[in-house]
């Protein structure tokens, strides 16, 4: 039912199989990635690699141990299986924050279609990216065949377009810019197209680099010059959370592993003070 054949970046492009570097038709298969650099796999059966049976990898040095630890930064020590530290000369196309806007062709090659394995499809396929202010999205599809709308989130769950939803855009292939941070959502609004799959959930982060989030200004340090505009505004932490609410719940609140912790700690205060004092008496 399935093959898979490693191929050439042009063969892979235009899912032509007629050249393939390797070829395995008995499943499961290996295949060891032994050098770095870019592998292009696709079924070669019928119009399974348009459809988008096709996997394009690149493949790195490997100056990163073998097990358990994937997003430590690769730093040079890594002298275990290979001595060779002089690889990593040219830096791949890694997940540096690089700020440049990207673009991305939604379903690559499968395009902005109904895809033939229903949603997964665009959901799979915005796994693992990230999406920022910024970037561009390219629908493409063949007019009067498809459109794209973006939804909210109650129309994209359920595939019913209100009148007040903007009007889609028509004409492909369609480039949206993601400007503002937050849950996107698109959709195409043909016949039944949204509930067989053709719609697309991604998460925008905010396109000025920094990967934290930075909620933690408050640590700054009080004697600064200039007072912070908002320093009065004390954040209550989670006063109302646990402790007061519940109003009447037949039994109390209060679990016993996670009390007995606070508790002792804060009969342990006086002592930690009268130990504190006698060691500045003596
Ligand atoms: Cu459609």
């Known amino acids: 039912m399935h093959d898979v054949a490693e191929v050439t970046k042009e063969s892979y492009d235009s899912c032509n199989a007629n050249n393939p570097i390797t070829m395995s038709t008995t499943g499961p298969t290996t295949i ?41 930064p690769p730093a040079p020590a890594a002298p275990e299986t290979t001595p060779s530290p002089a690889v990593p000369a040219t830096p791949p196309p890694a ?6 806007p990207m673009t991305y062709v939604v379903g690559d090659s499968l395009g902005w279609t109904v895809p033939p394995g229903g949603p997964i499809a665009y959901r799979t396929w915005a796994m693992g990216k990230t999406f920022m202010v910024g970037d561009i999205l390219v629908f493409n599809f063949s007019n009067r065949q498809h459109d794209v709308a973006e939804v909210t989130k109650a129309e994209f769950d359920s595939c019913n377009i209100s009148t007040t939803t903007t009007a889609p855009i028509t ?42 989030p930075a ?10 010059s200039a007072p912070p505009p908002s320093s009065t505004v004390t954040p209550p932490p989670s006063s109302g959370g646990l402790t007061p609410s519940t109003p009447s719940t037949p039994t109390p609140p209060p679990p016993p592993p996670s009390n007995s912790a606070p508790s002792f700690a804060v009969a342990a205060l006086p002592f930690t003070f009268f130990a504190v004092a006698v060691a500045l008496f003596n």
Not at 39 to 67: D, E, M, R, W
Not at 171 to 199: D, F, M, V
Not at 215 to 220: I, K, L, R, Y
């Open 171 to 212: 004409t492909g292939p369609a480039r949206i810019t993601l400007s503002s941070a937050g849950e996107n959502y698109y959709i195409c609004t043909i016949t039944q197209h949204c509930s067989w799959g053709q719609k697309l959930a991604i998460n925008v982060t905010a396109g000025t680099g920094g990967s934290a």
């Open 32 to 72: 060891t990635l032994t050098s770095a650099r870019e592998y292009n796999f696709i079924c070669t059966f019928g119009s399974h690699c348009i459809l988008g049976q096709k996997l394009s990898i690149n493949v790195s040095a490997a100056s990163v141990a073998p097990s358990p630890q994937p997003t430590t």
């Open 215 to 224: 909620p933690s200004s408050t640590a700054t340090p009080p004697s600064g």
């Open 95 to 100: 997940a540096s924050p690089a700020p440049t």
